[in-house]
């Protein structure tokens, strides 16, 4: 989630990374690949300059940024290191799901040690977080979050359609540079399909109003405790042009709704995952 100023770049160190992962069933099975590279070592101190030259920002306020996202991807590791390791879920997600949870897992450790090496190759401090830090009840909202395996996944679609919407509400910062904007779409259809795969593993379970997509600001049956993550995305209008029953055609609104997902703002960002934190 809200790596979309740091994980995009990593696409210009292996351009073709996320080219190779154009099949769903590839993304799981490719994410270990992500690691390798990001482990140059010269990588961290090319992303201070990279950053300069893009953004025009100083070093404190990149490590600030890479901070903040540190946060939010010790949140994910941790959510999805604490599931692979308990075998009430284990057990209920069966082989292919805990496979799947388990190669998410690794992916988010991957972006941790990433964002740590970065930060401290650029002179900061990482932050450091534990499982203790955080809340995956979201202060009782989720009680049985590590005793239900569909109360699992709602909350992994939740993390993972947020992380969506904040990609693209970065798209704008980032447009000055052609190279990176490219970059960041390029993930932003990777954070798409991994909030695919985990609705159609929630559909197979039996939420079956639940779409690979959103649909207007429909939570997918999880309810009021995540609509924050869903609002505003019922928007039928795109660059100011009505999307409904456009030139003719008999689009309605919930189809104008699913072609598009709405940007969030990282404030957005913030209060969705505040009550995660402990």
Do not use: C
């Not at 740590?116 to 909202?141: K, Q, S």
Request: glycine share 8%.
């Amino acid at each position: 989630m809200n790596l979309q100023n740091i994980i995009s770049d990593i696409e210009k160190v292996d351009p073709e990374i996320y080219e190779r992962t154009s099949e769903r069933r590839d993304i799981f099975k490719n994410f270990g690949g992500a690691s390798k590279k990001i482990a140059l070592a010269a990588l961290p101190f090319a992303l201070g300059s990279i950053f300069n030259k893009a953004y025009g920002q100083s070093t404190s306020d990149i490590i600030g940024v890479l901070n903040f996202a540190l946060k939010l991807e010790y949140l994910e590791y941790n959510f999805y290191q604490q599931g692979v390791a308990n075998p009430i879920i284990t057990t209920q997600a069966g082989a292919a799901g805990t496979g799947a949870l388990t190669t998410i897992r690794d992916h988010e450790n991957a972006h941790v040690n990433f964002l740590r090496t970065t930060i401290t190759a650029l002179g900061g401090t990482p932050v450091t977080l534990t499982a203790a830090n955080f809340d995956y009840t979201a202060h009782g909202a989720f009680p049985n979050w590590n005793t239900n395996y569909d109360t699992y996944l709602a909350i992994a679609q939740t993390f993972e359609d947020t992380g969506v919407r904040a990609y693209k509400g970065q798209a704008g910062n980032v447009k000055s540079n052609r190279t990176v904007l490219t970059a960041a779409l390029n993930i932003h259809s990777v954070e798409a399909r991994h909030a695919s795969h985990i609705r159609q593993m929630r559909f197979n379970r039996g939420a079956t109003t639940t779409k690979p997509w959103i649909t207007g600001k429909d939570t997918g049956g999880i309810g009021a405790a995540v609509q924050a993550s869903y609002n505003g995305e019922d928007a039928v209008t795109q660059a100011n042009v009505p999307i409904t029953n456009i030139n003719g055609f008999a689009i309605s609104a919930n189809a104008a709704t699913e072609a598009f997902d709405e940007p969030l703002t990282q404030a957005d960002v913030l209060s969705i995952v505040t009550p995660f934190f402990v």
